[in-house]
């Protein structure tokens, strides 16, 4: 792994978490020591969750529950980012230092150091292994062998221009971007995010605590393209004077930046042995904190992946998914910032006048508020096209690749109320089996699918029975009573059906029990059986 940034740091943990072993080099002295990017999404605490890290994390942040939007002089209503369906209903507002320092703390619970100080100046790749030229701080050189290598170098990634991917975007017109963090003192309620827009501005402030500390940002048409200076917090005070409050005070600044870039995506994420995630993959605009969480998500996305390949667990071809699912989601996301970004910093006149006129009615929608929250929380991300996404029907509910409802059952065997994706939290797929309304043969057809997916591949395999009736005296695996139904309910199940979600919280298989023999084919395609 080369790179400690949020990405790397995820991809490192999991590889860990998964039973691979990693190294971990970072150029840098040590971890980021201000906030950069600072909002963790509702899909990435979903992603911390599974990693163990969530309640760390919300212990840490700050809810983003709604934003006041202010557009040509004009309040047009609150965006309310509260509500998203998820255990975790809300972004958070946290320094990326912090979200280093808790990542870093889970590699050291892993016995996974970061050696820092060490660069990597290039590679060679002969198709059965890597070798990695390093260069130490003091200026010694060496060389690593490795399986595979991750580049997680940033946007300058020396690796990957060593493997000559291209990395391509569209020259835009060109902005810069003001920040702070700080203390702020004016006439709105403190504790609330607000976004300003004017003819040429975008400002938006971002709480990180309910007593006045606030990260910052403005964006305009850049005003001298050779200042590289960090701002003055006065000009960025000057900028929230005229455009909201004529009596604002910024003090107690905590850092400064001045920044520019333009949205870069690479032709490919992955070249032989080595893989890119983070920015070395793809750039966004510094809007909502996205580049950030899509960072960490393509670790997720990777590590269980490769460390599978690595122990011999899964099909090499495993590996080609990695970028098949994870570059159209960078992409998307590149033209939603990019196009949010302009219609903000430089709408035109037709954007302008609509605005004024119908933008309050409209934003008070709630089509429009749900929209909002899902798209901003990441929820819809989904890998409907991706290989690894094997449907057959059998419900009414979500469809192989898309990311799997979470919900509450009883554990039968302590009565205790659990959330489903607690209860199959781990290393391993967790198989769903849903009983049906109908009560299908639980204690012999159903049994016998699950034993056989056991004893064909191990502890790698979670069957978990889903039944709103009491449990089978054996069953081989967990087993949650649904009384209620709200688990049918959420997976639109009737009649018996199967659910194999991946150790990402996607679904990877879905289908009905009566075709279990589509099962067996699909973890034979995938999985290495036991004992080969």
């Known amino acids: 792994m080369v790179g400690a940034g949020p990405a790397g740091l995820t991809a490192a943990a999991e590889l860990a978490r998964h039973g691979a072993r990693v190294r971990v080099f970072d150029k840098n002295p040590g971890p980021t020591l201000y906030s950069r990017a600072s909002v963790v999404h509702v899909r990435t605490q979903e992603t911390l969750s599974a990693m163990g890290l969530a309640d760390r994390f919300v212990a840490r942040a700050y809810p983003l529950e709604a934003i006041s939007l202010h557009a040509f002089g004009k309040f047009m209503g609150g965006i309310r980012l509260s509500g998203a369906d998820s255990a975790y209903p809300m972004p958070r507002i946290i320094g990326q230092h912090?979200?280093?320092?808790?990542?870093?703390e889970r590699l050291d619970e892993l016995a996974v150091p970061v050696e820092r100080g060490v660069e990597a100046l290039g590679l060679v790749d002969d198709g059965e292994r890597v070798t990695l030229r390093l260069k130490r701080a003091g200026g010694a050189e060496s060389a690593l062998s490795a399986s595979y290598v991750i580049a997680a170098d940033g946007a300058n990634s020396g690796l990957r221009a060593a493997a000559e991917i291209p990395f391509e975007g569209e020259t835009t017109d060109a902005f810069e971007f003001l920040q702070?963090?700080?203390?702020?003192?004016?006439?709105?309620?403190?504790?609330?995010?607000?976004?300003?827009?004017?003819?040429?501005?975008?400002?938006?402030?971002?709480?990180?605590?309910?007593?006045?500390?606030?990260?910052?940002?403005?964006?305009?048409v850049d005003q001298d393209p050779d200042n590289l200076e960090a701002p003055d917090l006065e000009e960025i005070e000057a900028i929230l004077r005229e455009i909201a409050d004529p009596d604002a005070v910024l003090v107690e600044p905590r850092w400064l930046n001045r920044m520019r870039g333009e949205p870069r995506l690479a032709k490919k994420f992955r070249s032989g042995r080595l893989f890119l995630a983070g920015d070395a993959a793809h750039v966004h605009l510094p809007i909502g904190g996205q580049?950030?969480?899509?960072?960490?998500?393509?670790?997720?996305?990777?590590?269980?992946?490769?460390?599978?390949?690595?122990?011999?667990?899964?099909?090499?071809?495993?590996?080609?998914?990695?970028?098949?699912?994870?570059?159209?989601?960078?992409?998307?996301?590149?033209?939603?910032?990019?196009?949010?970004?302009?219609?903000m910093v430089k709408p035109?006149?037709?954007?302008?006048?609509?605005?004024?006129?119908?933008?309050?009615?409209?934003?008070?929608?709630?089509?429009?508020?749900?929209?909002?929250?899902?798209?901003?929380?990441?929820?819809?991300?989904?890998?409907?096209?991706?290989?690894?996404?094997?449907?057959?029907?059998?419900?009414?509910?979500?469809?192989?690749?898309?990311?799997?409802?979470?919900g509450v059952a009883v554990r039968a065997s302590d009565r205790k109320t659990v959330r489903l994706?607690?209860?199959?939290?781990?290393?391993?797929?967790?198989?769903l089996i849903f009983a049906g309304l109908d009560q299908s043969d639980v204690g012999g057809r159903l049994a016998e699918i699950a034993q056989r997916a056991v004893t064909g591949?191990?502890?790698?395999?979670?069957?978990?029975?889903?039944?709103?009736?009491?449990?089978?005296?054996?069953?081989?695996?967990?087993?949650?009573?649904?009384?209620?139904?709200?688990?049918?309910?959420?997976?639109?199940?009737?009649?018996?059906?199967?659910?194999?979600?991946?150790?990402?919280?996607?679904?990877?298989?879905?289908?009905?029990?009566?075709?279990?023999?589509?099962?067996?084919?699909?973890?034979?395609?995938?999985?290495?059986?036991?004992?080969?």
């Not at 460390?307 to 998914?321: D, R, S």
């Open 180 to 220: 702070t963090d700080c203390e702020l003192r004016w006439s709105y309620p403190t504790g609330r995010s607000y976004l300003f827009v004017t003819k040429d501005r975008f400002l938006g402030l971002f709480p990180f605590d309910p007593d006045g500390a606030y990260r910052i940002v403005c964006a305009r």
């Open 98 to 104: 912090v979200t280093e320092r808790l990542l870093l």
């Open 291 to 343: 580049g950030m969480n899509s960072g960490i998500q393509d670790g997720f996305n990777l590590g269980w992946k490769l460390a599978a390949v690595i122990k011999g667990t899964a099909q090499p071809e495993l590996l080609e998914t990695y970028g098949a699912e994870r570059l159209p989601v960078a992409e998307d996301l590149l033209k939603f910032t990019d196009r949010g970004f302009h219609s």
């Open 421 to 431: 994706m607690r209860a199959i939290a781990g290393e391993a797929w967790g198989f």
């Open 348 to 406: 035109g006149d037709l954007a302008q006048r609509a605005m004024k006129l119908f933008g309050a009615s409209v934003m008070g929608l709630e089509s429009v508020q749900d929209r909002l929250r899902r798209t901003v929380g990441e929820v819809p991300i989904s890998y409907l096209t991706s290989s690894l996404s094997q449907d057959h029907g059998g419900t009414i509910g979500p469809i192989a690749g898309e990311r799997a409802p979470d």
């Open 457 to 532: 591949f191990g502890a790698r395999i979670k069957p978990i029975l889903i039944t709103p009736e009491r449990p089978p005296e054996t069953w081989p695996g967990e087993v949650l009573i649904d009384r209620d139904q709200l688990l049918h309910d959420r997976y639109g199940v009737r009649h018996a059906a199967l659910y194999l979600l991946r150790p990402d919280g996607y679904v990877g298989f879905r289908g009905p029990a009566a075709q279990a023999e589509l099962l067996d084919a699909y973890l034979a395609r995938w999985l290495v059986p036991d004992g080969e």
